[in-house]
């Protein structure tokens, strides 16, 4: 019998599956990867195309288009990124941190590091490629779709403030002072929130936060069944952006949508007992089974 690995958005709506063998994944550094995911990186995994299909939601998913017939599709409800299709190629690909089975493949390599956020110190031993692979630096080869390109321009700040902004640019947000503090998330809902790895969220003062523009846009999901948990996404691309958190006095931003240096690199992994079994955690960083104590 052919191994199934299914897949879900953070609030269930959308369920998908896809059968072995799974050929190909790879962490992406590239400026709209970390926007739309909101997260340093996004981890890729391929498939054959008539191995996948939509078990739930599709009719509930919007699709950014990113470059000529590429489209990133979400789910509108709550945000989480889903697969796409490669007709051309036979193939389908889409995020590792959606699939809720264990995983017998394991990243390859880091690509688009030339995009990397710099302050992230890639400590796995992973092959690194400023592009896609050797020799498809530029264009991807006939038949393909365009490699993934830098975002728009990031918005101007207000004097002594830092921000970020989503793929489409049209949801902008800034804050003043000093962070409070950073890190990694391995729990399944920031997993399957960024639909990544994990979570890199920056903890801000509320005080000091405000979106620029693009209010209007944004759109906020909560889980019934958590006390805090929520995620903010932009409802013109589908990118993760910041989201105010009056009961911790403070807004969330994820990292991957920053457009400035905020001064501050991750201080710790939490929830590292609940890190996807494909990922390996290979910095020094401290490492907390659940919330610091």
């Known amino acids: 019998m052919t191994e199934l690995y299914h897949g879900q958005c953070l609030c269930g709506a959308v369920r998908w599956q896809v059968a072995a063998p799974l050929q190909f994944m790879a962490h992406c550094h590239c400026t709209i990867c ?3 995911h909101g997260a340093v990186f996004a981890t890729w995994v391929a498939a054959p195309l008539d191995g996948f299909r939509y078990t739930a939601g599709e009719d509930q998913l919007g699709r950014y288009q990113t470059s000529p017939g590429w489209y990133r599709p979400w789910c509108r409800t709550c945000g989480s990124v889903a697969w ?3 007709p ?4 389908v690909a889409g995020p590792a941190g959606n699939l809720v089975d264990d995983l ?7 690509m688009f590091v030339r995009s990397k956020v710099p302050w992230l110190t890639l400590a796995d031993g992973l092959p690194q490629h400023a592009t896609f692979l050797p020799g498809m630096e530029g264009n991807a080869p006939p038949g393909e779709p365009p490699v993934p390109i830098d975002g728009p ?5 207000s004097p002594g403030c830092r921000g970020g902004s989503c793929a489409c640019g049209r949801v902008a947000y800034e804050y003043s002072g000093a962070p409070l503090r950073m890190y990694n998330c391995h729990c399944s809902r920031c997993r399957r929130a960024r639909s990544a790895a994990h979570a890199t969220n920056l903890f801000v003062p509320l005080e000091g936060f405000r979106y620029s523009r693009g209010e209007a846009l944004v759109r906020e999901y909560r889980l019934p069944e958590a006390q805090r948990f929520g995620v903010a996404f932009c409802t013109a691309c589908g990118s993760d952006v910041a989201r ?3 009961q911790i006095n403070g807004a969330v931003i994820p990292a991957g949508g920053l457009d400035d240096d905020p001064g501050m690199a991750p201080q710790a992994h939490i929830f590292a007992a609940s890190r996807a079994n494909w990922y390996a955690i290979a910095d020094a960083l401290p490492q907390f089974a ?3 104590v």
């Open 34 to 36: 970390r926007k739309h």
């Open 84 to 86: 796409t299709a490669m």
């Open 88 to 91: 051309e190629q036979g193939m």
């Open 104 to 110: 017998p493949v394991r990243p390859e390599f880091h």
């Open 153 to 157: 321009v990031p918005p101007a700040r």
């Open 244 to 246: 105010r958190s009056p």
């Open 290 to 292: 659940e919330l610091p």
